[in-house]
């Protein structure tokens, strides 16, 4: 224990103002920006572009102008979008960095105030509380039991004492008690400044989609470049010209390669998490995007999640009476109303505002309403004491507070001292769990067997309930929190969410199960699961857990302390769930961690939990998770529809190649009209594709596996029929026109193109309400189509092509023959638009707040429906949790 000194005044805004201006903002220097010529370069250095580079070079040696001037604005755009998209993505990215920015709390011109950690200075007076990581150098000029964990410095695990006059670095995290200190250095002059530089030269690692793809991508590369190599040799046996072939081996393995995926899927993933951060999402890491998608099991913390965490002292006991407070939120106004005959609770008011360390901030300019400074429960505490008539200023300056032992998550308790005002002695006050302080051990004097009754009653009505109580302790005695007199009860509620059943229910019909984590009381944590619709007869409490208990046997859990929710999570990915964690105490960080989505509070989290944390909720609402989860799905099957448009249009192209000339079609495509459809079917419809709005269907299905191959649940087989599908269409336009003696060539040329953008209208999502009829895709498409005409109609660019005009008729049956991919994709998708069910690969679903995953040969699966409780079998149930049928593999 430490005693605190008077600390010192801090700075004037104006002095803040001048030292920021003259050493410059707290902050790391920031790595270069890339230059555009590096960035172009990084694009040429791609394979697919060197293909593309050396048939430049051949066809200009060959003075084959027509195809060099195809191939050479086929590079200059590709690289051109190329660029834009990265620096979109690294913008976006940018601008969540700075929206996720640690803050800081400092005294300003007498002021407590909440600033950016980049605009601390020299001279600040920085104010610390557990969970808050140090903004920079400090001088500590007050202590109360501080510790900090220096691992990010020194790698010493064991977290350090502190105490006044010794120094608090920079980066390192306060992990108990609060204190204060001086700003000696900052930025790169810090600790954590001067060991910056190795982390300069690191750069983001690709998320697991991204290398997934990118090795999906080398192998497409291969089998293209070999099919590629075989329309060559079948060229060259017909007796076609060898540099010919070559480059129209080189053009089609770049159109058969969607070359532009890692592109668009970092624009896909980088602006979805920039959509989120507009949703109240802020995503610190780019995996967490994706990672999203696949969350099966949402870990919630009862308190400012499912709640309001507007702390309202409802209800007062003493051994003499009992009272009702009135009054709304934190202003100090209201009053005490006893229920029945009743002393006033003078001694327990006067204790609340000493065993405190809240204070309450009035209206101002731009702020309607009085808010608490500092933990909402101690504010709720204040306001009931200034309720009954207490005077808490007054109290504290007649009580000076010279020692405290703080509360912690381990304790359940908070004791102050306080010298008596005739010299007397020293008034100890405790407050915390009942559990904690009705132990006779602690509290010796007074009726504890009531007071445990009253608070298990208050607790199975949905409170939370502290108990108070005091001791004087004689002059020179050591200081001492045991041996008190009971002074009463506190219940105090925090009203549920309007939206939090309707929250628990989507979560339901997405498939993603809820557990309620509290640190409440069996029966406060039981009231809030009935009020929010997840009923249940069992709850977990943390002493089960000690006892060996499975962490994953509920879905209510009370008195957890925070290292349990690792437990918790372990257990549930043990079970094969995805799981995603709430949190917003410093010892939330391991399961944040641990969790493969960590969640925490933006507004009442500590900056610990905001570090360790994928995803920073800035309303506190668990209803931005479901939006987030909603988000990363829309990402990952815009991403799977792209690879759908893309890869079955560029094998289209390969099969036209390959099976025309057995049909008599000499060269269906020479290079430049291949390059030319491969730039427009990929390039503005491929980026438009991903992003499609989200499916409003989407949460209202089983979560995907993360193990789930990118062409997994069929998407390969539809990429091979849809691809096929083209390609004979496009050869019977072809067969067709050399039938009738019409230009054959540029009706390949002509259905090819238009027949992959009828299959990305039909492709397109369902169109959400509210939504503007006309889309990015659409606009797209409608350009594509344009451009692919185009060169029918004005001559020079069908000069550039090798084009010959069509008809009027010969456009229609082109039409006609283009349509037909279009309205088959459109019409199967209607036909396996599936209801919610199963899911596809035997996921979880929601069902009657139980998270039970449907057998692969189950009769609801193959009638495409849930299955009921009774269907499934209570034998798979265990006490609340599901044995997964088919084990989920997590990456």
């Not at 697919?48 to 604005?73: G, N």
């Not at 250095?185 to 983001?204: E, V, Y």
């Not at 001292?417 to 407050?431: C, E, I, N, Q």
Request: with cysteine.
């Amino acid at each position: 224990m430490s005693v605190e000194v008077s600390p010192p005044r801090g700075l004037t805004d104006a002095e803040a103002t001048r030292a920021l201006a003259g050493h410059g903002p707290n902050a790391i220097a920031a790595p270069k920006p890339v230059p555009v010529r590096s960035r172009i370069l990084a694009q040429l250095r791609d394979p697919m572009i060197l293909l593309l580079i050396a048939a430049a070079v051949l066809t200009a040696c060959l003075h084959d102008l027509t195809d060099l001037t195809v191939i050479l604005m086929v590079i200059v755009l590709n690289t051109t979008v190329g660029v834009i998209q990265e620096l979109r993505a690294e913008h976006a990215l940018a601008a969540l960095h700075s929206l996720a920015a640690p803050h800081a709390t400092v005294v300003r011109s007498g002021r407590t105030t909440v600033i950016p950690a980049a605009d601390v200075v020299p001279g600040d007076l920085v104010v610390l509380d557990a969970g808050d990581i140090v903004p920079a150098d400090l001088k500590l000029s007050s202590a109360v039991r501080l510790q900090a964990d220096e691992s990010a410095l020194t790698g010493e695990s064991v977290p350090v004492e502190k105490d006044h006059e010794d120094e608090a670095f920079a980066g390192t995290v306060i992990t108990r008690g609060r204190g204060s200190g001086t700003v000696s250095r900052t930025g790169p002059d810090s600790a954590l400044g001067r060991i910056a530089g190795l982390l300069a030269s690191q750069r983001p690692r690709p998320t697991p989609l991204q290398n997934r793809l990118t090795a999906l991508s080398r192998i497409l590369s291969l089998v293209a470049l070999v099919l590629s190599g075989i329309v060559a040799v079948a060229g060259l046996l017909r007796g076609l010209p060898p540099a010919e072939m070559v480059v129209t081996a080189v053009s089609l393995t770049v159109a058969a390669v969607p070359e532009s995926l890692p592109a668009v899927v970092t624009l896909a993933l980088a602006i979805g998490a920039h959509r989120m951060a507009r949703r109240s999402a802020l995503v610190r890491r780019l995996p967490a995007v994706e990672t999203l998608g696949s969350v099966t099991m949402v870990a919630a913390d009862k308190t400012g999640t499912l709640t309001e965490n507007v702390m309202l002292a409802e209800r007062l006991w003493t051994e003499h009476g009992e009272f009702i407070a009135g009054g709304n939120g934190y202003a100090p106004d209201g009053e005490l109303s006893p229920l029945g005959e009743a002393q006033p609770p003078d001694r327990l008011l006067r204790d609340l505002a000493l065993c405190n360390d809240a204070d309450l901030r009035p209206p101002a300019a731009g702020q309607p309403e009085w808010l608490p400074l500092g933990d909402p429960t101690e504010a709720a505490l204040l306001v009931l004491a200034h309720r009954g008539g207490a005077d808490p200023a007054g109290l504290r300056a007649t009580y000076p507070r010279i020692a405290e032992i703080p509360f912690d998550s381990t304790r359940k308790r908070m004791t102050t001292f306080h010298p008596l005002p005739d010299g007397s002695g020293v008034l100890a006050v405790g407050k915390g769990a009942p559990e904690v302080i009705l132990e006779p051990s602690v509290t010796s004097y007074g009726d504890l067997a009531a007071a445990g009754a009253v608070a298990a009653e208050l607790a199975a009505d949905g409170y939370r309930v502290l108990a108070v109580a005091d001791r004087v302790l004689p002059p020179g005695a050591e200081r001492s929190e045991n041996g008190l007199r009971l002074a009463g009860l506190v219940a105090i509620t925090d009203p549920v969410r309007h939206n939090a059943a309707e929250v628990a229910d989507s979560f339901g019909q997405a498939g993603v199960g809820l557990l309620l984590i509290t640190g409440d009381a069996p029966g406060t944590a039981q009231a809030v699961a009935g009020r929010i619709g997840l009923h249940t007869d069992q709850v977990v409490t943390g002493a089960d857990i000690d006892a060996g208990a499975d962490p994953a046997g509920g879905r209510v859990y009370a008195r957890i302390r925070p290292e349990q929710k690792l437990d918790i999570v372990r257990a549930w990915q043990d079970a094969g769930h995805v799981v995603a964690m709430t949190g917003d105490g410093v010892n939330d960080a391991p399961a944040l961690r641990r969790a493969d989505i960590g969640v925490a509070m933006g507004k009442e989290g500590t900056e610990v939990a905001r570090q360790a944390a994928d995803l920073i909720l800035t309303d506190d609402d668990l209803g931005t998770v479901a939006a987030a989860i909603e988000e990363g799905r829309r990402i990952y099957a815009n991403v799977r529809t792209f690879l759908r448009y893309a890869l079955s249009g560029g094998l289209a192209e390969v099969l036209v190649m390959l099976i025309g000339p057995l049909l008599g079609l000499a060269t269906p495509l020479v290079p430049a009209q291949i390059l030319w459809i491969n730039l427009l079917t990929h390039g503005l419809p491929g980026v438009a594709i991903g992003a499609e709005p989200a499916d409003p269907r989407a949460m209202r299905r089983g979560p995907r596996s993360p193990g789930e191959q990118v062409l997994g649940a069929g998407l390969w087989q539809r990429i091979a029929w849809t691809g096929t599908l083209i390609a004979a269409v496009s050869l019977a336009a072809a067969l067709w026109a050399r039938s009738t003696g019409a230009p054959w060539q540029s009706m390949t040329y002509l259905v090819l193109g238009l027949a992959q953008l009828g299959v990305a209208i039909a492709l397109r999502r369902p169109r959400p309400r509210g939504e503007p009829r006309l889309r990015f895709l659409d606009v797209a498409v409608a350009g594509a189509l344009v451009a692919q005409v185009a060169p029918l109609l004005l001559p020079p660019l069908r000069d550039l092509l090798s084009l010959q005009p069509l008809s009027m008729t010969q456009f229609a049956v082109s039409l006609a023959f283009a349509v037909l991919p279009g309205l088959v994709v459109a019409l199967l998708r209607l036909r396996r638009r599936p209801e919610p069910n199963c899911g596809d690969q035997g996921h979880p679903v929601h069902l009657d707040q139980a998270l039970l995953p449907c057998p692969d040969r189950h009769p609801a699966r193959s009638a495409g429906r849930r299955c009921t409780t009774k269907e499934y079998g209570d034998e798979r149930l265990d006490g609340g949790r599901t044995t997964p049928v088919r084990r989920q593999i997590r990456p």
